[in-house]
């Protein structure tokens, strides 16, 4: 038997997530703050702070849950059997083609029921 023990956040991780929001905020606020420096400089800064943010997250017991499912995710995805190509366009040929077929019989209905109903009240342009 198997026990899997989840680590409950602390206040120190929450601390660790308030930092992390604190520092990409700053980062976005520099952006506009120093406004008249280059666009590549302040992208730059703020794309760093970003990645500080990130790094500070990933430390928390939350951060460390959420990578741990990336990676899981990323495993998972290997297992996926994708489509070949040529399954893909039959696919997407046949949707379409439905798609018009639908379109069209819902338009005759519509037109049916447009005459009918003007038929049956006498008003309308049919």
């Keep these: 038997m198997e026990t899997k023990v989840e680590n409950q956040p602390t206040f120190v991780d929450t601390a660790k997530l308030v ?33 500080i943010a990130a790094f500070v997250a990933l430390q928390s ?15 998972e995805l290997r297992k996926v059997v994708w489509p070949t190509r040529d399954e893909t366009v039959k696919t997407t040929l046949t949707v379409l083609v439905l798609a018009v077929v639908g379109g069209t019989i819902f338009w005759l209905l519509d037109i049916f029921l447009l005459y009918v109903t003007s038929k049956v009240t006498g008003q309308g342009g049919l």
């Design 19 to 51: 930092l992390a929001a604190v520092i990409a905020l700053v980062g976005f606020v520099a952006y506009y703050y120093f406004g008249e420096a280059s666009v590549l400089l302040r992208a730059l800064a703020v794309l760093a702070a970003a990645g």
């Design 61 to 75: 017991a939350q951060g460390q849950a959420l990578w741990r499912f990336v990676q899981a995710s990323r495993v």
